[in-house]
């Protein structure tokens, strides 16, 4: 099964996450190569217009400013692909229930794996909480 089609599987789990109340944070790690964005990081946020997520795009570079928004879910979804296979092969959810991780191996295949939870709540952050 093609990565994208297995990102969309694993994406379903986040959104059921979230609307359960056990979303407590995403990450994209695993770069390819060595690109100036090492890390991507997602956490629920306090929002009165609904459910909404935190997105931080953190450089290795001093120079290049690290980036927040503040995005929906699908919002999220549609920033996290366009990263896929271009910097990083792997996401990794984190719920109160259990980590799921997916993986795009070097075939351009995707799996998902599910572990013990590292996380034993999903507290939401303040937007001006230095949660990173």
């Known amino acids: 099964m093609s990565y994208q089609d297995v990102f969309v599987i ?6 059921e996450s979230a ?3 056990r979303f407590a944070k995403l990450t994209m790690a ?3 190569g060595k690109p100036n964005l090492r890390n991507i990081f997602v956490r629920p946020v306090y929002s009165e217009d609904g ?6 795009l953190r450089y290795r570079s001093l120079e290049t400013e690290d980036q927040e928004d503040e995005l929906t879910l699908d919002e999220a979804f549609v920033v996290l692909k366009s990263h896929l296979i271009t910097s990083f092969s792997s996401v990794l959810l984190f719920t109160t229930t259990k980590d799921v ?4 191996n070097k075939k351009g295949a995707g ?4 572990s013990a939870p590292t ?7 303040k937007r001006d909480a ?3």
């Not at 459910?51 to 931080?56: A, E, G, I, P």
């Not at 991780?101 to 795009?104: A, P, R, V």
């Not at 799996?111 to 599910?114: A, F, L, N, P």
């Not at 996380?119 to 952050?125: G, L, M, Y």
């Open 10 to 15: 694993f994406w379903k789990q986040v959104n």
């Open 19 to 21: 609307q359960e109340g």
């Open 30 to 32: 695993k770069t390819i």
């Open 51 to 56: 459910f909404k997520v935190l997105l931080k």
């Open 101 to 104: 991780t997916f993986k795009i």
């Open 111 to 114: 799996s998902i794996t599910e």
């Open 119 to 125: 996380f034993s709540d999903a507290t939401p952050v």
């Open 130 to 132: 230095d949660w990173w």
